[in-house]
């Protein structure tokens, strides 16, 4: 046997999405659908992936990357036409056999595939079709059998007797060939219909007339071949990856509080006896750690967090964090912020570009950024680091055991020592010594007899 190969139908608009991106790159479960059907045929053996392309095709090429092998069709002439284009890539392996698979079914599972896959080649058949069995076949092709269960032809709606469009098991659009076959069977298609394209569904009659096999084979759970070609389809198809990944979670000891109101992305890893709350969105390639509590409303992307933390309402993003540390609520870390361990932030701070050592405590209304700030340091309510001149961005340090008071402001670039204390109010501009107090405000005064009868008037 030959190479395992696939073709990935990714050349289409998608009018009925009323979008300016091509259909196959809208999310599901994080990933565009294109993407995510290319790792579902990765994961079923799939070792070459060619992408066919049209529409829009420079978005969807940037976000396959080198992962395929792309062919362009310029114009969408049906689907035998975009699988043709595809042929000069796959004649040379003749013995293999290909997948054909479209770039908007995100549902299916690599197990599906695998089977299809296997009864072509075990069977050495020319081809199998994977098929549905729905309660409404309204608008699907149909598989038409014999009396001894062979197909015997794929009947569309349109063109279906009445007994023929009473049989609900329906073609999905997903197929695997023996490559010379296919190729065969290929250059014997006509465009000679209303709408004057090359539907890929005639190689099979061509196929079944010369006496070749082709096998249907039947879906397990007809929901998962589903296509997504509206937004309503589009959010049920988020829905069920959603719950999928939860379920997946769950079955490696995650605790899910609400899986139908958690949305946990294809690419991230959650560590043992880990609890998610409601709300909460694990993104990109976020890692949480074990015995953490997560949520509620929390939105992690592409954070990595260790063990023991508990973030609670915390939107964090490009970022560190360490060990046993508790934030929230209302916090917000930006990109290459590095939290380390047993670190404490209160509720509305903010923290951007900045390493906090263990034991810090930001407790609340903290601005921090661009700063690095060492071993059990304590910011009082209202501090801020004045990072920005209105030119450049500078670093303030802050070293270890000091304590800033309420309402300071440390403009950068400014270094406080270890066991500092900065005065309630102060706005520092200098660098303050090792064990040293820096009081930065005007001494009090007190306006005898400032306030008149004329002060205030009705």
């Given at each position: 046997m030959g190479e395992l190969s696939a073709v990935v139908l990714a050349a289409g608009q998608g009018t009925?999405?009323?979008s300016k991106l091509p259909k196959v790159l809208h999310k599901v479960c994080g990933v565009p659908m294109v993407n995510q059907v290319i790792r579902i045929i990765k994961?079923?053996?799939?070792?070459?992936?060619?992408?066919?392309?049209?529409?829009?095709?420079?978005?969807?090429?940037?976000s396959l990357g080198d992962s395929v092998s792309f062919v362009h069709q310029t114009e969408q002439l049906g689907t035998g036409h975009a699988v043709?284009?595809?042929?000069?890539?796959?004649?040379?392996?003749?013995?293999?056999?290909?997948?054909?698979?479209?770039?908007?079914?995100?549902?299916?599972?690599?197990?599906?595939?695998?089977n299809l896959i296997d009864v072509c080649i075990h069977n050495r058949a020319s081809a199998t079709v994977l098929t549905a069995r729905l309660d409404n076949p309204f608008g699907y092709g149909r598989v038409i059998r014999d009396k001894d269960g062979h197909m015997q032809r794929i009947v569309e709606q349109k063109d279906g007797t009445e007994s023929e469009l009473a049989v609900n098991e329906i073609n999905t659009g997903t197929y695997c060939f023996h490559v010379a076959d296919l190729v065969d069977a290929l250059h014997k298609i006509d465009n000679h219909n209303a709408q004057q394209e090359y539907y890929l569904t005639d190689v099979f009659g061509i196929m079944i007339r010369e006496n070749k096999q082709v096998i249907p084979v039947v879906a397990e759970d007809a929901d998962e071949t589903m296509g997504v070609n509206s937004r309503r389809q589009l959010a049920t198809a988020n829905k069920v990856l959603y719950l999928r990944k939860a379920e997946e979670l769950m079955d490696q000891g995650i605790t899910i509080v609400s899986p139908e109101n958690t949305y946990i992305g294809q690419d991230v890893m959650v560590g043992h006896d880990t609890t998610i709350l409601p709300g909460t969105i694990l993104s990109g390639n976020t890692k949480v750690g074990e015995d953490c509590v997560i949520g509620p409303d929390t939105q992690l992307d592409n954070v990595t967090c260790g063990n023991g933390n508990t973030l609670n309402r915390v939107y964090a993003h490009d970022c560190t964090i360490g060990n046993n540390n508790t934030m929230g609520p209302f916090v917000h870390l930006r990109p290459d912020t590095d939290?380390?361990?047993?670190?404490?932030?209160?509720?509305?701070?903010?923290?951007?570009?900045?390493?906090?050592?263990?034991?810090?405590?930001?407790?609340h209304l903290i601005y921090c950024g661009d700063a690095d700030l060492g071993k059990k340091v304590n910011f009082g309510c209202g501090t801020v680091t004045v990072n920005f001149d209105g030119k450049n961005k500078h670093r303030t340090v802050v070293e270890d055991h000091a304590f800033i008071g309420c309402n300071t402001n440390l403009v950068a670039p400014v270094h406080v020592g270890k066991n500092a204390f900065t005065a309630a109010g102060s706005t520092i501009t200098e660098d303050v010594p090792?064990?040293?107090?820096?009081?930065?405000?005007?001494?009090?005064?007190?306006?005898?007899?400032?306030?008149?009868?004329d002060t205030y008037k009705d």
């Open positions: 009925r999405m009323k994961n079923a053996g799939c070792t070459r992936c060619i992408a066919v392309t049209g529409f829009k095709e420079e978005l969807v090429r940037k043709m284009q595809a042929m000069p890539l796959l004649e040379s392996d003749e013995d293999g056999y290909v997948l054909v698979i479209c770039g908007d079914t995100p549902l299916l599972r690599a197990e599906t595939i695998r939290i380390h361990n047993h670190v404490k932030i209160g509720n509305f701070v903010e923290v951007k570009n900045s390493v906090v050592d263990d034991g810090t405590k930001l407790p090792d064990n040293a107090l820096a009081i930065a405000r005007q001494r009090q005064t007190n306006k005898i007899n400032w306030v008149t009868k």
